[in-house]
């Protein structure tokens, strides 16, 4: 069963940054796009970056555009997420997440496996 280990959570101030770190293992990392995923307290899950299989197609939502970076190491099957410039409403567990569709995409239900999670919390 492939798995997905998210690293690089935590506490900062806004205005600070942090970066993500998605580790895959049993996955064959350079067949997917991969996306990241967050869920803020109280609401939905929201889509945040996709990266396609090769990292030639990146894709943002619109309040994190300019902000974060989405990258992809398929040598050492890790994908990443770079985010500068935090705000609270960053304020999260985001996750990490495996697509057939090797472009990436940001329709949640197009993913087929998923990481479980990290907590990032940005203070005001």
């Known amino acids: 069963q492939a798995q997905l280990v998210e690293s690089g959570g935590g506490l900062v101030q806004a205005g600070g940054s942090l970066r993500l770190s998605c580790t895959a293992s049993?996955?064959?990392?350079?067949?997917?796009?991969m996306g990241w995923f967050r869920h803020p307290p109280g609401k939905e899950r929201e889509f945040v970056a996709s990266?396609?299989?090769?990292?030639?197609?990146?894709n943002y939502e619109d309040s994190v555009k300019g902000r974060f970076t989405i990258s992809r190491d398929n040598f050492k099957d890790t994908l990443s997420l770079q985010m500068n410039s935090l705000k609270p409403e960053d304020t999260a567990v985001y996750y990490c997440?495996?697509?057939?569709?090797?472009?990436?995409?940001?329709?949640?239900?197009?993913?087929?496996?998923w990481g479980r999670g990290t907590q990032v919390t940005v203070s005001s």
């Open positions: 997440a495996a697509t057939v569709d090797v472009g990436g995409a940001p329709n949640a239900n197009r993913y087929n496996y």
């Open positions: 049993k996955l064959a990392f350079s067949d997917y796009g």
């Open positions: 990266i396609s299989w090769n990292g030639g197609n990146t």
